[in-house]
């Protein structure tokens, strides 16, 4: 489950807090993983929340932005009129390396434990 970063104020709503969310991450015993993109090659910072069984996403958790560099535009439209956010929709791909890492490394470990949702 990917949603993002909950922003801890009013009157912005989040995925986050709401009962059946938190009750059913609980139930999985579901890893939650807040991170800024940019470490990991986006050109914008774009802080995300991921929530799910994937080995990989404790890795994940607290990497934020240093501050050293500058983001990209995201407000706006570019000079052919394309929203400048449409470029930031995918993950980067070193993102998308360590979910694919961290889901095979999941899909075995439950396979040799006999856990997951079929265990």
């Known amino acids: 489950m990917k949603h993002p970063e909950d922003p801890g104020e009013e009157p912005y709503p989040s995925l986050w807090i709401?009962?059946?969310?938190?009750?059913?991450l609980e139930r999985l015993g579901a890893f939650v993983s807040l991170f800024d993109q940019c470490p990991l090659g986006a050109e914008i910072r774009k802080g995300t929340c991921i929530a799910g069984v994937w080995d990989?996403?404790?890795?994940?958790?607290?990497?934020?932005?240093?501050?050293l560099h500058?983001?990209?535009?995201?407000?706006g439209f570019d000079e052919a009129e394309v929203p400048r956010s449409r470029r930031f929709q995918e993950y980067p791909p070193r993102l998308n390396r360590?979910?694919?890492?961290?889901?095979?490394?999941?899909?075995?470990?439950?396979?040799?434990?006999?856990?997951?949702?079929?265990g």
Not at 61 to 67: A, Q
Not at 70 to 75: E, K, V
Not at 98 to 118: H, N, T
């Open 56 to 67: 990989s996403l404790p890795s994940l958790n607290g990497l934020r932005c240093s501050g």
């Open 18 to 24: 709401v009962d059946e969310m938190v009750c059913m």
């Open 70 to 75: 500058q983001h990209a535009r995201s407000i």
């Open 98 to 118: 360590i979910l694919a890492k961290g889901g095979v490394s999941a899909c075995l470990r439950m396979l040799e434990d006999g856990s997951g949702p079929g």
